[in-house]
């Protein structure tokens, strides 16, 4: 096929659009890839449709290859699948939601497990039906609370999106570990480096789960990685458990005047400087800090906790997040934050900078007559027989010598602090590097989860209804367009991999005399025969110096210059990516970059 520049529908942009933060974002509106529709809303040009149908096909194929089939859902929905799984209200301002002229509540989808446990039910009833792995290639929506960089967090984005269905649990691990494979092949074959990490379920459900981050600085997920191979999202790494101590020996705690130390440091330093320890100075890390937070349910409710961490870790609310619904029996998506004053003064119990632990107890030496009903959590470092510094919950107190499991407890443990480069991996596997990634895929374990909602059973081997068990698997694929142009790319534009380029050859005439026009002509139609796609530039006033800017810009890897050279019979070609050129005889040029590409 041959693109001719001259009626192409596009205006490459010689600016930098204001709105673009990250340059992939820059570089897909600059040369004529997309256009912003709305706040993470876009529409594709031709030359994006073609990169876009080409990422498409990669995963199309991948998918087809480990058996799994396609079919299309629709993105209109109605709502009441989604209110069987609880989903309608547990996705939160996420949701796109609307009415039809009778009403009646429709929304369009973030994702789809209930259609397809649906179909699975509509048409399978037996065991010897499965296993079977259905996927679509669709336009997904999320309401997402910051639309950013372009193509990487939009309201409206295309995923491939697909399903297993499994007898057992044994079904489901292959089913698992195929699609694992099919994504490590996906982005093996985009030239795109992804390292699979363990992550939390989150609000999907299910068990065990897997992120494929693409590691970049803009990346808005942190992973850590240990020498030894451990991987995994802050939001799911699992905290190396000290050993419990034994306190039958430990000193009764006591409870000490600490005028104006509302905070670990101003702490710290009263303590040394009034009741100084004998061995070594007091640190933050002897300190117990107990850090108010409010949940914010998907209905909008506010839920306070208080969380105990030591006094020399901040808190991660993202890992909060992630690991929070279980401990306030509420499903869905829970956002975390700092709890404000007039949260505070619901609570006479909590002294601002003085709080202690044990919120839910009694407790005659922490000064918690009758309690606050507040759920309070620690962090798992707080174990039985440790011994803490920490709020009295009485304005200018502190209690020293305070000994977790003797003097206070617990209503649970979470993982609640941020993962410090350094802290050792839960596998024994070394210490732990932090790096910035994007996600580019999830595979989760769903489990019975949505088979259960929507009553998805199948007669077993003894002719028994057994509830099925699920998988559910993303990838983005937009967020790979725009992935792949983060690491392909120069100061002068786009870099594609050949691949997934918009087309083979850029062919670009240049030149005043109709003669050069007419060789680059017959060269395009010598490469189309050749089964290549061509970027014709015909445009006959515009510079040369705007036509190699054009083609540098929309990044197709080989480009040809039809132009001077062409009275001695040759024509150049051109290295995107190394900016390094040959000349060839015009006569050969078609078969030369024939097998070029084909290497
Ligand atoms: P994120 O953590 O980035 O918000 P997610 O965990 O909500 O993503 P999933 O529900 O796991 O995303 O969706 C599967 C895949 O769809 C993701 O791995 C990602 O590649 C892609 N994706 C998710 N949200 C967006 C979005 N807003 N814009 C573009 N792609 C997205
Ligand atoms: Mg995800």
Not at 137 to 163: H, N, V
């Amino acid at each position: 096929m041959v693109l001719r520049l001259s009626t192409l529908f596009l205006r490459t942009l010689r600016e930098d659009p204001a709105e673009a933060e990250v340059a992939s974002h820059r570089l897909l509106l600059r040369a004529g890839y997309i256009r912003r529709a709305a706040p993470g809303i876009y529409s594709w040009l031709p030359l994006g449709l073609k990169v876009l149908a080409k990422v498409e096909n990669i995963v199309r194929e991948e998918m087809d290859a480990i058996g799994a089939q396609e079919v299309h859902f629709p993105a209109l929905l109605p709502k009441e699948p989604y209110e069987a799984t609880n989903r309608w209200t547990e996705y939160g301002e996420g949701l796109f939601r609307l009415k039809d002229r009778k009403d009646a509540d429709y929304l369009l989808a973030p994702t789809h497990e209930e259609m397809f446990t649906l179909l699975v039910k509509d048409l399978y009833n037996s065991y010897k039906d499965l296993p079977l792995s259905l996927y679509q290639i669709q336009t997904k929506y999320r309401d997402e609370a910051r639309p950013r960089a372009g193509l990487l967090r939009g309201r409206e984005f295309i995923m491939k999106d697909s399903y297993s269905f499994d007898i057992d649990d044994e079904g489901l691990e292959t089913s698992y570990q195929k699609h694992r494979d099919a994504y490590l092949r996906i982005f093996g074959r985009l030239g795109l480096e992804v390292i699979p990490v363990a992550a939390t379920a989150g609000a999907m459900g299910g068990s065990k789960s897997e992120e494929f981050l693409h590691p970049t600085e803009i990346g808005e997920d942190t992973f850590v990685v240990s020498d030894g191979g451990y991987a995994a999202n802050v939001e799911a790494v699992t905290t190396v458990v000290p050993a419990e101590i034994d306190f039958t020996d430990a000193p009764a705690a006591d409870v000490r005047d600490t005028p104006n130390t509302p905070t670990i440091e101003t702490l710290v330093d009263h303590a040394n400087a009034e009741l100084p320890r004998q061995d070594r100075p007091w640190t933050a890390a002897d300190t117990l800090k107990n850090v108010v937070l409010a949940a914010v349910l998907p209905s909008g409710e506010r839920v306070l906790v208080v969380i105990g961490v030591p006094g020399d870790r901040n808190v991660d609310l993202k890992r909060i997040e992630a690991n929070i619904a279980g401990h306030l029996s509420v499903g869905g998506e829970v956002a975390v934050e700092a709890a404000t004053d007039e949260d505070l003064k619901k609570h006479p119990g909590l002294v601002k900078g003085y709080i202690g632990p044990g919120l839910s107890l009694d407790s005659a030496v922490l000064g918690t007559e009758g309690s606050t009903g507040i759920p309070y959590l620690v962090d798992p470092r707080i174990v039985s027989g440790t011994t803490w510094v920490t709020g009295a919950n009485v304005s200018g107190k502190h209690v020293f010598g305070l000994v977790a499991g003797r003097d206070f407890g617990w209503d649970g443990v979470i993982e609640s602090v941020e993962v410090r480069e350094g802290d050792e991996a839960p596998d024994g596997s070394g210490p732990l590097r932090t790096q910035r990634g994007i996600e580019m895929g999830h595979i989760f374990q769903l489990g019975r989860k949505y088979a259960e909602a929507l009553h998805l059973k199948v007669l077993d081997q003894n002719g028994k209804l057994t509830t099925v068990t699920m998988g559910s698997y993303g990838v983005g694929v937009t967020r790979a367009v725009a992935a792949l142009v983060e690491s392909n790319r120069d100061e002068k534009g786009i870099i594609w991999p050949r691949n997934v380029a918009p087309a083979d050859i850029h062919l670009v005439a240049t030149g005043k005399g109709d003669e050069v026009f007419a060789a680059a002509e017959q060269l395009a139609g010598e490469l189309e025969k050749q089964g290549l796609s061509v970027i014709y530039d015909d445009r006959q006033k515009v510079s040369p110096g705007v036509k190699f800017g054009d083609a540098e810009l929309i990044g197709v890897p080989t480009i040809v210059v039809v132009g001077r050279g062409l009275a001695d019979g040759l024509v150049e070609v051109k290295d995107r990516a190394s900016g390094t050129s040959e000349n060839v005889a015009v006569a050969e040029a078609a078969t030369h970059l024939r097998a070029l590409i084909s290497a």
